[in-house]
């Protein structure tokens, strides 16, 4: 096994808008990062990636970066962030920064200068094409809303935009615009950070005219030169977030040779649960054997020649207790537990995302869509709204799925504001926080929290975990997810029964004569035949 530190940590992701507010303005900032580090190394996490603290005017919550060198006031100073990574580094903790690539904000400098005319030298770091009002190039549509193109009357131009029009495309086929943004990222090298999460980096390839707007021919080209030049000449941990990406690209980006990164982030497992035909908004329940077969095909096609990143959750994505598993009182913990155990016992770097550690959950069903702020949200409102939807349907669909889920306040304790601000947040609180909070579970040998803690730690302590080859067992059978996992000198056994009910299973067969139970989310093994709802076990001999 080689020694590359992520392939024995878990990355902690921070959403800074909704971690800790220090100063009562109701946005989280980062001393309120600082403040909790304690917290993360006791978790025993080995790197936060931190989603952007850049200056932003925060169309996109900071994914539409106006200066790539300076954090953005609501969240502090460049001051700040160098005492984050100097006081994290003394938790044994390494900083990742989100790398937003692929577009900036208009309100960015080079777009500004970009506006002043064609022959203006920033004006070729966008994508540009000459049109005639009321015709745009082609019929692609904005992530956001509308077309990609959006028109300037002083240039008779238009310019592209694959999500708001306040994040206008860079243009990365001008090698001047790639060194600036080499530059860029050298600089915070040189300021201590130790690695980086690339915003749809699959996108950047893009050739408008084509209709091509992800995997475009130059993509891999862009990543390996980019990489060179930055963090791969380095040696720093790198992940890509790439929507398209499949085994077969996966093997690219995640090549051991290092000449893309380190690993990226595919979402298969992630749109099971929709209309194959439809959009994230079509909701159909996990079909559980599709879902085996996914993480078995990325689990076994990666091994020993890429690697994989391993999560549930992010600022993107609801709350995974809610989605997969069971947010009532009575199977919430041991639900997050199951979720929890099923994806640490496999090969990747798992990522854990603010709160997941505490099993929190969705938004409750809202009476009115005035309980979302997201532009995404917004959007999908108002195209729902057009498809004939009524409110409830279009309310129901929105509390299962949208990014406004993962982005309320972290709930700290159990008082005002969940702990997370004296002020007015600038997004509710659930109210759940009373029962679901850092406070409650820290100390707490049965809580979610110290499961997660567990987990983390098993990571470190058993080679097996890290790269033992991946094995499914019962992959026909439609209630339990359970696989082995081996190598030269151990085998580790994960049983879960990823539903409410109980199942019984012949544990002799699953599970190799003399292995020990390491982990379980019940307390007491009643009966080694029987699982109880939603019951994980981790055998390792
Ligand atoms: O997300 C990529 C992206 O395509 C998302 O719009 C995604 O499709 C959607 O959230 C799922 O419904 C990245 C960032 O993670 C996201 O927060 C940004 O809004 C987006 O890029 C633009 O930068
Ligand atoms: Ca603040």
Redesign the pocket.
């Known amino acids: 096994m080689d020694n590359k530190w992520w392939k024995k940590s878990v990355i902690y992701q921070i959403y800074p808008k909704t971690f800790q507010d220090t100063n009562g303005d109701g946005i989280g900032d980062i001393p309120g990062i600082i403040a909790h580090l304690d917290y993360l190394e006791e978790l025993g996490i080995d790197a936060i990636w931190l989603s952007p603290v850049y200056c932003s005017p925060q169309e ?2 900071g ?2 970066i106006s200066d790539y060198q300076d954090i953005d006031p609501i969240f502090g100073s460049l001051n700040d962030m160098d005492r984050l990574i100097a006081e994290a580094k003394k938790h044994h903790i390494r900083i990742i920064m989100d790398l ?1 690539l ?2 900036t904000s208009d309100e960015h400098f080079w777009f500004q200068e970009a506006l002043k005319g064609k022959d203006n030298p920033y004006h070729d770091y966008y994508v540009w094409r000459d049109g005639v009002e009321g015709c745009p190039p082609n019929d692609l549509t904005a ?1 956001f809303g509308g077309s990609i193109w959006q028109w300037v009357p002083e240039l008779g131009q238009y310019y592209m935009h694959q ?1 708001s029009t306040k ?1 206008p495309d860079l243009n990365w086929s001008n090698p001047k615009l790639r060194q600036a943004l080499y530059d860029m990222i050298n600089w915070w090298i040189d300021r201590g950070i130790e690695g980086f999460r690339l ?2 980096i699959d996108h950047v390839g893009k050739v408008p005219d084509e209709k091509i707007m992800v995997n475009g021919p130059k993509l891999h080209d862009y990543i390996r030169e980019m990489s060179a030049s930055t963090f791969g000449k380095a040696g720093l941990v790198s992940v890509g ?1 790439t ?1 398209s990406a499949t085994p077969e690209t996966a093997l690219l980006y995640s090549n051991p040779d290092g000449s893309e990164m380190s690993m990226v982030f595919q979402f298969e497992h992630i749109c099971l649960d929709q209309d194959p035909d439809g959009t ?1 908004w079509d909701l159909r329940p996990l079909p559980l054997l599709q879902f085996k077969e996914v993480m078995n095909k990325w689990q076994t096609e990666l091994h020993g020649k890429g690697w994989n990143s391993l999560f549930w959750d ?3 994505l609801p709350r995974i207790v809610s989605r997969w598993g069971n947010d009532s009182e009575e199977y919430r913990e041991v639900s997050a537990k199951m979720l929890a155990t099923l994806l640490h016992g496999m090969e990747g770097t798992p990522y854990v995302y603010q709160g997941e550690e505490l099993g929190m959950t969705n938004i409750p069903l809202p009476s009115s869509i005035d309980a979302y702020k997201d532009v ?1 949200t917004m959007h999908a409102y108002r195209v729902l709204k057009a498809r004939g939807w009524s409110e409830e349907k279009i309310l129901q669909s929105l509390c299962a799925k949208c ?1 406004d889920n993962a982005r309320t306040p972290m709930q700290w304790n159990d008082g005002p504001q969940a702990g997370f601000t004296t002020g007015t947040p600038w997004m509710p609180v659930i109210p759940n926080y009373t029962t679901i909070n850092a406070a409650s579970q820290v100390h707490d040998e049965d809580s979610v929290f110290s499961y997660y803690k567990k987990l983390i730690h098993l990571r470190k302590e058993t080679p097996v975990i890290v790269d033992g080859a991946f094995e499914m067992l019962l992959p026909e059978d439609e209630e339990i997810f359970a696989y082995r996992r081996t190598d030269d000198s151990q085998t580790l056994t994960v049983i879960c029964n990823f539903y409410g009910n109980e199942r019984r299973i012949d544990a002799d067969s699953l599970v190799p004569k003399g292995s020990r139970l390491l982990l379980s989310n019940y307390k007491d093994m009643e009966e080694a035949d029987l699982l109880r709802p939603y019951e994980a076990r981790m055998y390792l001999k």
């Open positions: 996109d919550n994914y539409d937003v692929n577009h992530s999500f994040q915003d749809v977030e929507w994230k992010n600022h993107d995404e990014r």
